[in-house]
């Protein structure tokens, strides 16, 4: 994947954490204990300064609906653009 590609991914995915959590008074730490990790970790991710990693990332999809659509809505975007490409690693029908 190109940067251009992921970056959107990113983008999209921060923009999902801070739409549930940035309002919200203690919203750094209660996104800290949904992921869990630190809650340093939860502020960088907030203002954008990095991403959660993949297993912060399945934490939070397991305890927060809303992330979790937003990143099978992104699988669902990529999987619609490669409709007719076949994953290198799997077996030709």
Known sequence: MSAATVAPVR????????????PLRFGAEMLAR???KSP???RNWLSGTNAPDAEA???LMASCNSIADEVERLVAERRKAR????CPGSPLN
């Open 40 to 42: 340093r970790s939860a």
């Open 57 to 59: 990332l399945i934490e």
């Open 34 to 36: 949904a992921s869990q």
């Open 83 to 86: 409709e007719d490409t076949q």
């Open 11 to 22: 983008v999209r995915l921060l923009e999902a954490i801070k739409r549930e959590f940035a």
